[in-house]
């Protein structure tokens, strides 16, 4: 799939632009803090309903600004096409497509972007909830009934958590529902991450295998969220009072978490700053991939900052992987990356929130 347009309006820095995009690489280039990574973001917001950076809800909207909108028309590789619209005006958001009303999660299913940005490195040395929206994002593209498992999830935990947090005593009958559906609901969510864990093992060995070699054989450990010789069901009476105590759920599909372990560094703690980036990257790729097994084609990929994230030789082994395959790829830098220089990349100058075509 590759985006053809893409139209801007209120996203922190940028004025209201329209980048015409092409096919192959394109590179926007300029100095720091002229909107560069917001263009990334804005193609991100459209596959994820969020952007990549890390406490940027509050930020998102221009200063001054009322409204913030993403627009873009989205091709895929049979040809069909298909306009996309998100905008947020206060604080909810609303999706469109063609037109018409769509649900976020329409949205989301019908553009598919991964990113490798300077902050990638959370995936693997960050908190769990960053591994979970990384495997969740992946589960939805591929199973179709995930989503609903998933959304019945967050509504039980949700209520769950009321009732323990309540000011007075709250019989017991009244949790048996909420827990009751979050047992069942967890079983299809934990069910499907294990499948998509399986299915991704083998591209992440494959590019772990090129980008960390030196780190020998690798294993996908998967934590579940509660113990795999219990019913959940079961586990929620039993930990009641504890999660009283608490005031919050503390088993659960959504305290599961994995983990990418190598035979030369076991505990994540081992690796280096450099090789948590390519890990990262390699699980980025990864994703990737199995999408375009899974649905024909491949989504788009955003790298942030290339140059200053990856030595030149990663750099040149990436974007020639990336160009092999026929990805779509948007690219970040205050220069145009070396790998890059070949004559065949499309490049466009970004300063003060506006941008031009270089030719």
Same mark, same amino acid.
């Given at each position: ?32 803090g002229?909107?560069?990574?917001s +263009? &990334?973001?804005a193609?991100?917001?459209? @596959?994820? *309903? ?5 406490? /940027?809800?509050? =930020? ?35 999706a ?13 299913g019908?553009?598919?972007?991964v ?5 990638s ?11 979970r ?19 019945r ?9 009321? +009732? &323990? ?5 709250? @019989?017991? *009958?009244?949790?048996?529902?909420w827990? /009751?559906?979050? =047992? ?5 969510i934990?069910?499907?991450?294990r499948?998509y864990?399986?299915?991704l ?13 030196e780190l ?22 039993a930990?009641?009072?504890r ?5 919050h ?24 700053r450099?090789q948590?980036k ?10 990737a ?6 649905r ?10 290339? =140059? ?5 030789a ?37 300063e ?8």
């Amino acid at each position: 799939m590759r985006l053809e347009s893409l139209r801007i309006q209120g996203l922190r820095c940028l004025a209201d632009i329209t980048v015409p995009l092409s096919p192959g690489v394109t590179v926007f280039a300029g100095p720091n803090g002229a909107g560069k990574t917001s +263009l &990334l973001e804005a193609a991100f917001l459209l @596959s994820h *309903a969020r952007s990549f950076r890390a406490g /940027a809800k509050d =930020a998102l909207l221009q200063r001054g600004a009322d409204l913030l909108s993403v627009f873009a028309e989205l091709r895929h590789e049979d040809g069909q096409s298909r306009r996309l619209g998100l905008g947020r005006q206060g604080v909810r958001w609303e999706a469109r497509m063609d037109g018409q009303a769509v649900t976020l999660s329409e949205l989301v299913g019908e553009c598919a972007v991964v990113c490798f940005e300077p902050g990638s490195h959370a995936l693997i040395a960050g908190g769990a909830e960053e591994r979970r929206r990384y495997l969740d994002w992946g589960v939805f593209h591929v199973e179709h009934e995930f989503f609903l498992a998933w959304r019945r999830y967050q509504r039980a935990l949700k209520q769950r958590n009321s +009732l &323990l947090r309540a000011s007075g005593p709250v @019989s017991d *009958a009244l949790f048996l529902p909420w827990e /009751a559906e979050l =047992a069942s609901t967890a079983a299809v969510i934990d069910s499907q991450r294990r499948v998509y864990l399986s299915a991704l093992r083998p591209h992440i060995e494959q590019a772990m295998g090129a980008l960390l070699p030196e780190l020998g054989s690798l294993e996908l450990r998967y934590k579940r969220g509660w113990a795999d010789d219990a019913e959940l069901g079961d586990l929620y009476a039993a930990q009641r009072g504890r999660d009283l105590a608490r005031g919050h759920t503390t088993l659960g599909s959504h305290r599961a978490d994995w983990a990418v372990v190598f035979e030369h560094a076991p505990q994540r703690e081992h690796l280096s700053r450099g090789q948590e980036k390519l890990t990262a990257l390699g699980c980025v790729l990864s994703q990737a991939a199995l999408y375009a097994e899974r649905r024909g084609e491949w989504p788009i990929v955003c790298l942030d900052d290339l =140059a200053s994230e990856l030595d030149k030789a990663h750099q040149a082994a990436l974007v020639g992987q990336l160009k092999d395959v026929g990805a779509q790829v948007l690219v970040t830098g205050t220069e145009v990356p070396e790998a890059l220089q070949d004559g065949s990349t499309h490049v466009f100058h970004v300063e003060q929130g506006g941008l031009r075509p270089l030719l």
